[in-house]
């Protein structure tokens, strides 16, 4: 880095002021950074398996009261990924301990949409779908959450995304899910 840009690390020592939030999945394959371009510093990172935003958790509402009331980012983007080990291990039946009760979420939202995902008869795609409601669901969670609602309640500029990243080519699709002002959620 600094063969590159003799003054990176002095810029990145002097000031944090990121306009995105990420919060995404922990899978070491899913580089936040990377994915979006940008730099050391641009992107405040929370990441869990199968980013997960539950209103219980203190280390993501943690993250994200910071990130909305100290850092004032503009943009929180909810990224799922296709082929998730954490949604796939949700609903395969085995059981693996503590982290059932982390996915227990993921295996309510398959049973909610059992009839549309027991529709699609290519497991992989099932599968992916399920990755997609994931995020639309997480997507509800952090803009129902009262950080982010007293955020549009005082007018800040904020907007919340839900996109889905493929490891199979690199792409990112925006799944349309954005919301940027005071609205009521119903599951």
């Not at 979420?105 to 409601?133: K, S, T, V, W, Y």
Request: proline fraction near 3%.
């Amino acid at each position: 880095m600094v063969a590159a840009d003799g003054e990176f690390f002095k810029r990145l020592e002097r000031q944090q002021a990121p306009e995105y939030l990420w919060i995404g999945c922990a899978d070491s394959r899913v580089p936040a950074n990377e994915i979006v371009g940008l730099a050391p510093g641009e992107l405040f990172v929370h990441r869990n398996v199968a980013n997960l935003a539950p209103p219980q958790d203190a280390n993501y509402l943690s993250v994200l009261q910071f990130a909305v009331e100290v850092l004032k980012v503009k943009h929180i983007i909810v990224v799922g990924h296709y082929g998730c080990g954490g949604v796939r291990a949700a609903v395969d039946g085995k059981r693996r301990g503590l982290v059932d009760h982390w996915l227990h979420p993921i295996r309510e939202l398959f049973h909610e949409h059992r009839e549309e995902l027991d529709a699609i008869a290519d497991a992989h795609a099932r599968l992916d779908r399920l990755c997609e409601l994931n995020v639309i669901k997480q997507v509800n969670n952090v803009a129902s959450d009262v950080f982010v609602q007293e955020a549009w309640a005082r007018g800040q500029d904020l907007h919340v995304h839900g996109w889905v990243y493929s490891l199979a080519n690199g792409l990112v699709t925006d799944l349309e899910v954005r919301t940027a002002g005071l609205t009521t959620f119903t599951d």
